[in-house]
T-cell receptor
Framework: RKEVEQDPGPFNVPEGATVAFNCTYSNSASQSFFWYRQDCRKEPKLLMS???SGNEDGRFTAQLNRASQYISLLIRDSKLSDSATYLC??????????FGQGTTLQVKP | NAGVTQTPKFRVLKTGQSMTLLCAQD?????MYWYRQDPGMGLRLIHYSVGEGTTAKGEVPDGYNVSRLKKQNFLLGLESAAPSQTSVYFCASRAHLNYGYTFGSGTRLTVV
């Protein structure tokens, strides 16, 4: 079983749609969690950290369920510029970040 | 601040040649990492460092060596390049183990 699993997609949605990505992780001792965004042929960039109480940054909402070892990212009112690959990232108990393989989002006009 | 800078950005090597990729960060980060990214494989950790003078193996270390003589620099060496090492290489750093990484813009390496 992979340490971090994501649905690779692709998710094809129209502009203005709400889309949700899910991620599961295997190490119950993991302490910190992140969502990264990666554009084609570019480096991954930190989108947001994920906190136990859930957190929001504009149109983006991240949720963490420690009991189910599940992380989610919700994007509201999708824009064309949201098209990218979204990486679920978990901090392992050895101090290294473990990356999921990413979920591809394509927002269409 | 430049953040994390990788040089070179592109390189083509012949099989058997050697080269060194340089990663430099100006954020005084303790932790530095080298990843490779291949289509369909995601990011795989090659080597990492938890401070100046330290290095450790990651998930796919074979064929690579690293050095961290100065805190701000983390070098990745390929002693005898192979076509299987054709990839995009990303360097990353972070200040604390609970923080996310800051990535460099990558080095696209092709071995022919």
């Amino acid at each position: 079983r992979k340490e971090v699993e994501q649905d690779p997609g692709p998710f094809n949605v129209p502009e203005g749609a709400t889309v949700a990505f899910n991620c599961t992780y295997s190490n119950s001792a993991s302490q910190s969690f992140f969502w990264y965004r990666q554009d084609c042929r570019k480096e991954p960039k930190l989108l947001m950290s994920v906190y136990s109480s859930g957190n929001e940054d504009g149109r983006f909402t991240a949720q963490l369920n420690r009991a189910s070892q599940y992380i989610s990212l919700l994007i509201r009112d999708s824009k064309l510029s949201d098209s990218a690959t979204y990486l679920c990232v978990v901090n392992s108990n050895t101090g290294k970040l473990i990356f999921g393989q990413g979920t591809t989002l394509q927002v269409k006009p | 601040n430049a953040g994390v800078t990788q040089t070179p950005k592109f390189r083509v090597l012949k099989t058997g040649q050697s080269m060194t990729l340089l990663c430099a960060q100006d954020m005084n980060h303790e932790y530095m990492y080298w990843y490779r990214q291949d289509p369909g494989m995601g990011l795989r950790l090659i080597h990492y460092s938890v401070g100046e003078g330290t290095t450790a193996k990651g998930e796919v270390p074979d064929g690579y060596n690293v050095s961290r003589l100065k805190k701000q620099n983390f070098l990745l060496g390929l002693e005898s390049a192979a076509p299987s090492q054709t990839s995009v290489y990303f360097c990353a750093s972070r200040a604390h183990l609970n923080y996310g990484y800051t990535f460099g813009s990558g080095t696209r390496l092709t071995v022919v």
